[in-house]
């Protein structure tokens, strides 16, 4: 496989790119550093595969990538670049979202269309589904976004299997559900949870801590995505989820046992986009890709904490 990724100084793009090289793949791995979180972090996430042969980095956006030479004899595309978040993509910041990943997605699409690809890897999110669908969701169920985020991750989704049935492009769209682990991004519920605690903070919670996730390990999302792109049918959506689905309040249990450290938990009112829960029916990946999690909410929590606890420089 000849390898190129998208957001690869991202969180999930990082871990992909180590694996896909641990692999003996060729990888070239494409990021623009946007500012929703520093530099620095993804500079940091970026060391690992940077240090390996068969690794190769440009930095630039997707619009203004010279894509016929970075596509020259690529294989495989993974598109995991895009703008994050939830609560920020309303209002005027949401023409940052349809550019990172609307535009991006359509412009990748078309360099890809002439291409000869064995799968185009597309990045979705449980953001698609809302609050309207069955539990567990499954990916025939019919999508109703709550957050402008969710609506443009569905959009481009959607391009993906536009592309597919129009141009040929074999791409395959792979839904994850709230993937964690080491290198989290720094907005996120369990890193922000776990600096709070190791600096001795209180956390922020919002809404009563009932709400429930299906919590993904980084490493299973991995499996999944280079599953995806082995084994993954053109044209076909996927769930990837971890199988640990708990409340928020039951996570706030299981980071003190991890940590040690009981926090101190101030509550605020639910944030508009939030969805209440999610569960992801994952009998599709399982077939097809032979997806099956291995790594317990615990586990992945406590790796997460070593390396947080690691990269602030305070002993676990």
């Not at 956006?61 to 030479?69: K, M, R, V």
């Not at 792979?174 to 996120?188: A, E, H, K």
Request: with cysteine; charged share 20%; proline share 5%.
């Amino acid at each position: 496989m000849r390898a190129l990724v998208t957001g690869a100084a991202g969180f999930v793009g990082s871990h992909l790119s180590d694996r896909l090289i641990e692999q003996g793949h060729e990888v070239v791995g494409i990021d623009c550093f946007t500012d929703y979180y520093p530099r620095a972090v993804k500079e940091s996430n970026l060391s690992s595969p940077r240090s390996r042969a068969g690794f190769r980095f440009v930095e630039s956006s997707i619009q203004e990538a010279s894509w016929p030479a970075l596509l020259d004899g690529v294989t495989h595309v993974f598109h995991l670049a895009a703008q994050a978040g939830v609560r920020s993509s309303w209002g005027r910041d949401f023409a940052v979202y349809t550019a990172a990943n609307i535009d991006a997605t359509q412009v990748l699409l078309e360099a890809c269309r002439d291409h000869p690809l064995e799968r185009f890897v597309y990045a979705s999110s449980s953001s698609v589904y809302g609050d309207h669908v069955a539990i567990p969701m499954r990916e025939d169920a019919r999508p109703r976004p709550l957050s402008p985020y969710g609506v443009t991750k569905l959009a481009a989704e959607h391009l993906c299997m536009l592309y597919h049935e129009n141009c040929g492009v074999p791409a395959v769209a792979l839904r994850y559900f709230t993937v964690y682990g080491p290198r989290q991004r720094p907005d996120m519920a369990f890193h922000r949870f776990l600096s709070a605690m190791l600096a001795d903070r209180p956390i922020s919670l919002y809404g009563d801590g009932e709400q429930t996730r299906d919590f993904t390990f980084v490493e299973d999302a991995v499996t999944a995505t280079v599953g995806a792109a082995e084994r993954g049918t053109a044209g076909v959506v996927y769930n990837i989820g971890g199988g640990s689905r708990v409340s928020m309040n039951r996570v706030i249990e299981v980071l003190a046992r991890c940590t040690g450290r009981i926090p101190e938990v101030r509550r605020g009112a639910p944030q508009q986009g939030d969805m209440r829960d999610t569960f992801a029916d994952t009998a599709r990946a399982r077939a097809d890709l032979e997806f099956v999690p291995r790594v317990s909410l615990e586990a992945g929590i406590h790796a997460e904490y070593q390396w947080l606890a690691t990269s602030l420089s305070v002993a676990p």
